[in-house]
């Protein structure tokens, strides 16, 4: 009886070590992450902005700076600016990216330098993007290798304005985030693929069907988890979207503003010290990735059951 | 070999056909992932008189001389590739140790609060820390860290997403009978998680540390909203000065240099290590 008495306070005594190890990530989230987002909330009500050098507020406004971001149409515009950006880097994404992970996954196609292509095709992810933007501003310049390439073998006679018309300005953006992105998602869904049980590839194969069909039957509707999670981080993704349309056009967004994200007009607002309607912005990009991350997190726990 | 029979019956492509088909793609592909950075290589070994006249595939001569002018040139480059390495660096270390521990928190001990710790940070795990960007800014003002690396580094060590990627990994890798066994040997638990659990984390460790590096090396949003200061510009500001600079009258070889400077540690780490990288990817994200 005694005996066991001391057992139990032996691992009571070991689990007090759960909370000693926990106390400095949990001190630095709540002070770097907990606190700031309490602020980042309350700020939304207030008025506090700067006008030249009058400083207006902080004054209560209450739901003021939500209709503001809303009725001037900010928001409206930057959310579409920012998913038709995504979407239009995504369709490729994905496409590709499943073409690959079946090629990769077929053990009848048996890709010779599998890893080699691997490596290649994951190396723009870990690209510094602001760096990597850079990079094309660069080349697509006006006067850059790209015009000048184009114009060597006579495609074109003048410079193409890439960063001046809508849609060459976006299709750079959606194509370096496709870039920057199906090496990830190719490993990902490969990943699910391999998970498959094989007996049913062998099965389908014993009854004929082609690789299509294994394609479109089998691997396809047995991919639907993996494909959500790949598309519902994608999306939280694409919405965080900023460092490469901020450097391609220097945080304009041009031309028009058909290029500006949401967190490049949050950083606007940041800058210019605009807390009001900043945290507004904030606010509301927290409530949409707060309700995709609850998908999200729906997905990883059923699984862990 | 009987695929290919049941393939030819069935009237689909023949497996050497589609093994044509994905060889030209996956060569296309990696022509297009390769490229730019093959015509960086280029531009960088170039002088500005040159990268004028047009564009062409064969190297110069002048690398050494443009490297030369951005070492010496207006751009706190060498600062800045310092800063990031500090920045980077601690905070990969920082970040790995407090998550591995964390995650040793949750998977060894049983206590009160453990579900719903566990639950907590999961559920927080996909907030971009963007939106609340503007509270961690008046925090950082409140709290006199402005314009400081310490205001980069040391919120690093709260990652969820490290946390979770540890947590995997110690369920199939680190058995409690090893803490156990541990523990009737007299090991303090302190001693325990640094000398036994640790060094069974290694591999995973090490993915998530280049992970962490590459992300903060990277990171562009919080440090340009924090440091001020020229001399403690990280290379991401950096880059964005360069943009947003008069662009034609910079020298272009420069730029250039500049571009491959910033990109060039994580390729040259990601080339070494990218066996251990690809297999990392998959781990954290998807069960099987």
């Given at each position: 009886?005694?005996?066991?008495?001391?057992?139990t306070?032996?691992?009571v005594?070991?689990n007090?070590?759960?909370?000693?190890?926990?106390?400095p990530f949990?001190?630095?989230?709540?002070?770097?992450?907990?606190?700031?987002?309490?602020t980042?909330?309350?700020?939304?009500?207030f008025?506090?902005?700067?006008?030249?050098?009058?400083?207006?507020g902080?004054?209560?406004?209450?739901?003021?700076?939500y209709?503001?971001?809303?009725?001037?149409?900010?928001?409206?515009?930057y959310?579409?600016?920012?998913?038709?950006m995504?979407?239009?880097?995504?369709?490729?994404?994905?496409?590709?990216s499943?073409?690959?992970?079946?090629?990769f996954?077929?053990?009848?196609?048996?890709?010779?330098?599998?890893?080699?292509?691997?490596?290649?095709?994951y190396?723009?992810?870990?690209?510094?993007?602001?760096?990597?933007?850079?990079?094309?501003?660069?080349?697509?310049?006006?006067?850059?290798?790209i015009?000048?390439?184009?114009?060597?073998?006579?495609l074109?006679?003048?410079?193409?304005?890439?960063?001046?018309?809508t849609?060459?300005?976006?299709?750079l953006?959606?194509?370096?985030?496709?870039?920057?992105?199906?090496?990830?998602?190719?490993?990902?869904?490969?990943?699910?693929?391999?998970?498959?049980?094989s007996?049913?590839?062998?099965?389908a194969?014993?009854?004929?069907?082609?690789?299509t069909?294994?394609?479109?039957?089998?691997?396809?509707?047995?991919?639907?988890?993996?494909?959500?999670?790949?598309m519902?981080?994608?999306?939280?993704?694409?919405?965080?979207?900023?460092?490469?349309?901020?450097i391609?056009?220097?945080?304009?967004?041009?031309?028009?503003r058909?290029?500006?994200?949401?967190i490049?007009?949050?950083?606007?607002?940041?800058?210019?010290?605009?807390?009001?309607?900043?945290?507004?912005?904030?606010?509301?990009?927290?409530?949409?990735?707060?309700?995709?991350?609850?998908?999200?997190?729906?997905f990883?726990?059923?699984?862990?059951? | 070999?009987?695929?290919?029979?049941y393939?030819?019956?069935?009237?689909?492509?023949?497996?050497?056909?589609r093994?044509?088909?994905?060889?030209v793609?996956?060569i296309?592909?990696?022509?297009?992932?390769?490229?730019?950075?093959?015509?960086?290589?280029?531009?960088?070994?170039?002088?500005?008189?040159?990268?004028?006249?047009?564009?062409?595939?064969?190297p110069?001569?002048?690398?050494?001389?443009?490297?030369d002018?951005?070492?010496?040139?207006?751009?706190?480059?060498?600062?800045?590739?310092?800063?990031?390495?500090?920045?980077?660096?601690?905070?990969?270390v920082?970040?790995?140790?407090?998550?591995t521990?964390?995650?040793?928190?949750?998977?060894?001990y049983?206590?009160?609060?453990?579900?719903?710790?566990?639950?907590?940070?999961?559920?927080?795990m996909?907030?971009?820390?963007?939106?609340?960007?503007?509270?961690f800014?008046?925090?950082?003002?409140?709290?006199?860290?402005q314009?400081?690396?310490?205001?980069?580094?040391?919120?690093?060590?709260?990652a969820?997403?490290?946390f979770?990627?540890?947590?995997?990994?110690?369920e199939?890798?680190?058995?409690?009978?090893?803490?156990?066994?541990?523990?009737?040997?007299?090991?303090?638990?302190?001693?325990?998680?640094?000398?036994?659990?640790?060094?069974?984390?290694k591999?995973?460790?090490a993915?998530?540390?280049?992970?962490?590096?590459?992300?903060?090396?990277?990171?562009?949003?919080?440090?340009?909203l924090?440091?001020?200061?020229?001399?403690?510009?990280?290379?991401?500001?950096?880059?964005a000065?360069l943009r947003?600079?008069?662009?034609?009258?910079?020298?272009?070889?420069?730029?250039?240099v500049?571009?491959?400077?910033?990109?060039?540690?994580?390729?040259?780490?990601?080339?070494?290590?990218?066996?251990?990288?690809?297999?990392?990817?998959?781990?954290?994200s998807?069960?099987g």
């Amino acid at each position: 009886m005694a005996k066991e008495k001391k057992k139990t306070s032996k691992v009571v005594r070991y689990n007090k070590w759960g909370y000693i190890f926990l106390i400095p990530f949990i001190t630095i989230y709540l002070i770097f992450n907990m606190i700031p987002l309490i602020t980042t909330i309350y700020n939304s009500f207030f008025e506090n902005y700067r006008q030249g050098i009058i400083q207006v507020g902080p004054n209560w406004v209450g739901l003021e700076n939500y209709i503001t971001i809303f009725s001037n149409g900010d928001i409206p515009k930057y959310f579409s600016n920012t998913i038709i950006m995504w979407i239009f880097g995504f369709i490729p994404q994905i496409f590709l990216s499943l073409l690959l992970a079946a090629w990769f996954a077929d053990t009848r196609l048996r890709i010779k330098a599998s890893g080699f292509f691997k490596t290649v095709i994951y190396m723009p992810n870990l690209i510094m993007a602001s760096a990597f933007a850079m990079l094309f501003f660069t080349l697509f310049s006006d006067s850059g290798p790209i015009n000048s390439l184009l114009m060597q073998i006579g495609l074109i006679s003048e410079p193409y304005k890439f960063l001046s018309h809508t849609i060459s300005a976006r299709g750079l953006v959606c194509f370096m985030n496709c870039l920057m992105w199906f090496g990830n998602t190719t490993i990902l869904l490969m990943a699910g693929m391999l998970g498959i049980d094989s007996a049913l590839f062998e099965a389908a194969q014993v009854d004929g069907a082609t690789s299509t069909q294994v394609f479109f039957k089998i691997t396809l509707p047995l991919l639907k988890p993996i494909l959500i999670y790949v598309m519902i981080t994608s999306l939280i993704g694409g919405l965080q979207m900023f460092d490469v349309p901020q450097i391609l056009t220097n945080g304009e967004g041009n031309p028009v503003r058909t290029t500006m994200t949401m967190i490049m007009y949050l950083n606007k607002h940041l800058y210019s010290k605009n807390y009001g309607l900043g945290g507004a912005m904030s606010v509301f990009l927290f409530i949409v990735t707060g309700i995709l991350s609850l998908i999200v997190f729906k997905f990883t726990t059923k699984k862990e059951d | 070999m009987p695929n290919e029979e049941y393939n030819s019956v069935e009237g689909g492509l023949g497996i050497a056909a589609r093994r044509v088909i994905s060889y030209v793609v996956l060569i296309l592909l990696t022509f297009l992932c390769l490229f730019w950075f093959y015509i960086l290589f280029i531009n960088s070994t170039r002088s500005h008189a040159e990268l004028n006249r047009g564009f062409t595939l064969l190297p110069s001569s002048h690398l050494m001389t443009n490297l030369d002018n951005v070492l010496h040139g207006s751009q706190p480059i060498l600062s800045g590739l310092k800063n990031s390495f500090i920045v980077a660096g601690l905070a990969a270390v920082l970040c790995t140790y407090f998550s591995t521990m964390t995650a040793y928190a949750i998977h060894v001990y049983d206590f009160k609060a453990k579900k719903a710790i566990f639950t907590f940070i999961l559920a927080v795990m996909m907030i971009p820390t963007q939106v609340t960007a503007l509270g961690f800014i008046r925090l950082i003002n409140t709290i006199k860290l402005q314009d400081t690396l310490i205001a980069l580094i040391v919120p690093a060590i709260a990652a969820p997403a490290t946390f979770y990627y540890m947590h995997q990994y110690m369920e199939s890798a680190l058995p409690h009978a090893i803490v156990e066994a541990a523990r009737i040997d007299g090991s303090s638990e302190w001693r325990t998680f640094n000398t036994i659990s640790l060094p069974i984390m290694k591999p995973a460790i090490a993915v998530q540390m280049i992970f962490t590096f590459v992300f903060n090396w990277n990171n562009y949003f919080t440090p340009a909203l924090i440091i001020k200061s020229e001399n403690k510009k990280t290379l991401p500001i950096l880059i964005a000065q360069l943009r947003s600079a008069d662009f034609l009258k910079f020298d272009m070889g420069q730029v250039y240099v500049s571009i491959a400077l910033s990109i060039a540690p994580v390729i040259v780490v990601y080339l070494c290590l990218s066996r251990y990288i690809v297999a990392g990817v998959a781990v954290g994200s998807v069960k099987g």
